[in-house]
């Protein structure tokens, strides 16, 4: 995906079933633990991400031989420990699961090796992995800042005569540091100690390594959190097959939205006994109130009966990815969340803590932001629409379609997604029930107006009169006194117009200006603003933003084609030019101003021949519009129809 941004609609439910992609963290250290074994291994289900891309472009650099044989499985030959490849350069991109496992690899593997990554990699630590290293004799420099990537690795000093090494190393800022020490350590072929010297967090996370490695047939000694020993003639033996379960991180967007869409959402890949510690996110899930059930390759999401969800204290250092997704659905709740322990979130592909108050706050969502904690208000007055920032992090954009149940959004670089879930937009899209949309297109004085505000009248539902936005922007620039012409000033305007629709009254930073948008120079103006590109993409998700639960009847020229290509129902209103006329007259003549039937038969001659001739969004109808011809229809007749047509069309389109 490469699209600057993705422009969500509310969502009225979310039910359905999700087959997951692989695990990240499961995948990578696969690979690496087959590529470091004797034997070779077929791995299964394997994801198909940027994280897993820069591990396995790594390990054929370092000479692995790695062959696809099926969809997401390949086979790879076992090195027993001696990667061919004595001298590389290897960029990681920003993969922390490739690049701490491979520093501590490489570090013990006797070639010369450059270790770089993308820059915000260079800005994450990996200084007491160093360390650690360092302490067996390992030669690592900083080619940057020191404590930092990019790093130097030349080969280590061979180990001493003697005593078991003991490795001091801290665990409370990344728990891969731990991972990847002691997924090297085998090829160190002495019995080693690591004790961690800290709180470790994010344990969950060591329990992964430690079962994959048991899966290699290594089994390290473990006492308590602190004690790890890899004993002397540990060797990597392939399983020889091995499949990938499905990634729990992912699973908790589709849970989430079970738990606040009505549900049931079922992921399907992974089940109750997952290694993964993210697993756990269905807990916390459940201590909201939702109902969670599990099978052996399946769990299942719902929303609690009476669908309010309550809010949570909580210590989330054992799932410090998926408590992001807690943190994006707390505004549901009743009362508010803190999730605790979570310092760690500032080292991460970006600092998530500062990252998810402030989009937080774009959402008008009450946050405290504190060292190590985040505490949410859900707002008393719902989320509002917002363009959310996704900071290079691929768990911002996902974490945040879910703000979609309460308003409409626009996600910026939404493709950051691939980093671990490369079609998760189209995943949440077929999950997630958009409010409904009927789109009344149609020309000039044809009564669309009349009648999409009356179709929304009779279901209850919100108007957008879009016709009224290109008004406003004119308005404006006249006020402003910016030129017809001046595209980049007039499109400055309408992205930032201060405006407020209540009923029929329309008001411009704060002045009712219901009748000066519809002035005969306003009108003439906004027919010129509208054919501008950039003014009309500077007002795509304003337009957007009005479709709000339960559902929105719009009327426009592009309704159909652009703005709502996904409308449940597609109108298209016409009349003979001659019947548009008199009609005109008519309302002219009660507004007490003179005019002449030919005269506005020539007006909207020329009128039809501009809008339907120009080279932006030309007023056409849409080929899966229904047409309707009013001009032998009276209003009613119009609207009945329009409602039957919205009735004939099933639920969920
Ligand atoms: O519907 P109206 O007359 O209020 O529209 C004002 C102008 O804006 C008119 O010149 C058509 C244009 N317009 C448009 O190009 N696209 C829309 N969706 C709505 C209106």
């Known amino acids: 995906m490469s699209a600057d941004f993705i422009d969500l609609p509310q969502l009225v439910a979310?039910?359905?079933t999700v087959r997951l992609p692989g695990s990240k963290s499961i995948s990578n250290r696969l690979l690496l633990l087959a590529a470091l074994a004797v034997g070779d291994t077929e791995l299964h289900d394997l994801l198909h991400s940027d994280d897993t891309a820069r591990m396995l472009d790594a390990l054929r650099a370092l000479g692995v031989s790695i062959e696809p044989i099926g969809e997401n499985a390949y086979r790879v030959r076992g090195t027993a420990g001696k990667l061919p490849v004595r001298s590389a350069s290897l960029f990681l991109g920003n993969a922390g699961t490739a690049f701490r496992s491979l520093t501590a690899v490489l570090a013990l593997s006797g070639g010369r090796y450059?270790?770089?990554?993308?820059?915000?990699?260079?800005?994450?630590p990996i200084g007491d992995l160093v360390d650690g290293l360092r302490q067996l004799g390992a030669h690592i420099n900083y080619s940057g800042v020191v404590g930092f990537p990019p790093l130097l690795i030349d080969p280590p000093s061979p180990p001493k005569p003697g005593d078991m090494p003991v490795i001091k190393l801290r665990g409370d800022v990344s728990s891969q540091f731990l991972s990847g020490l002691l997924m090297a350590l085998p090829l160190y072929e002495v019995e080693t100690r690591v004790e961690v010297t800290?709180?470790?967090?994010?344990?969950?996370?060591v329990e992964i390594t430690l079962?994959?490695?048991?899966?290699?047939?290594?089994?390290?000694?473990?006492?308590?959190?602190?004690r790890f020993t890899v004993p002397s003639g540990s060797v990597y033996r392939s399983p020889a097959e091995i499949h990938v379960e499905g990634d729990a991180s992912s699973a908790s967007y589709f849970l989430a939205l079970g738990a606040l869409g009505g549900g049931p959402v079922r992921v399907e890949g992974i089940g109750r006994d997952s290694v993964q510690g993210d697993i756990r996110f269905a807990e916390a899930l459940a201590a909201m109130g939702a109902n969670i059930s599990y099978g052996e390759n399946w769990i299942e999401a719902s929303a609690p009966a009476g669908s309010l969800l309550r809010g949570l204290d909580l210590d989330a250092n054992h799932i410090p990815d998926a408590a992001m997704t807690l943190a994006t659905m707390a505004p549901f709740a009743c009362g508010p969340t803190t999730l605790r322990n979570i310092a760690s979130w500032r080292v991460k592909e970006t600092d998530r803590l500062a990252a998810m108050a402030t989009e937080l706050g774009k959402l008008s969502v009450q946050v405290d932001e504190g060292s190590d904690y985040i505490r949410i208000h859900p707002p008393a007055q719902g989320l509002s629409p917002a363009v959310i920032d996704t900071y290079d992090d691929h768990r911002m954009a996902m974490c945040f379609s879910l703000a979609t149940l309460g308003t409409p959004l626009r996600i910026n670089d939404p493709g950051t997604v691939t980093k671990t879930f490369p079609d998760y937009f189209q995943r949440f899209a077929d999950i997630g029930q958009p409010v409904p949309v009927v789109a009344i297109d149609g020309i000039s004085a044809s009564g669309k107006g009349t009648v999409a505000t009356r179709v929304a009248a009779a279901l209850g539902w919100h108007y957008l009169d879009s016709g009224?936005?290109?008004?406003?922007?004119?308005?404006?620039?006249?006020?402003?006194?910016v030129d017809w012409t001046d595209e980049a000033a007039l499109a400055r305007l309408a992205a930032t117009l201060d405006v407020e629709f209540a009923g029929e009254r329309i008001s411009l930073a704060g002045e009712d200006v219901s009748d000066a948008i519809r002035r005969e120079d306003i009108s003439t103006g906004a027919s010129r603003v509208a054919a501008l590109p950039t003014v009309r993409s500077a007002l795509l998700f304003r337009q957007r933003a009005f479709r709000r639960a339960p559902g929105l009847v719009a009327d426009g020229r592009d309704m159909a084609s652009t703005v709502f290509p996904d409308a449940r129902c597609k109108v298209f209103l016409t009349a003979s030019v001659e019947m548009r006329a008199e009609r005109r007259y008519k309302q002219l003549l009660k507004k007490g101003i003179a005019a002449s039937i030919a005269d506005l038969l020539l007006d909207l001659r020329a009128r039809d021949e501009r809008d339907s001739q120009r080279s932006v969004a030309p007023m056409q109808q849409s080929a899966d519009a229904e047409l309707l011809d009013t001009t032998h229809l009276t209003i009613d007749c119009a609207v009945n129809q329009v409602l039957d047509w919205v009735r004939q069309v099933p639920k969920n389109r």
């Open 14 to 16: 979310a039910r359905g």
């Open 114 to 124: 450059a270790l770089t990554g993308v820059p915000r990699m260079h800005q994450r």
């Open 198 to 205: 800290s709180e470790l967090i994010s344990k969950p996370y």
């Open 211 to 226: 079962a994959l490695m048991a899966r290699f047939g290594v089994n390290v000694e473990r006492d308590g959190w602190q």
């Open 468 to 481: 009224a936005l290109y008004r406003l922007t004119a308005l404006a620039a006249n006020r402003a006194g």
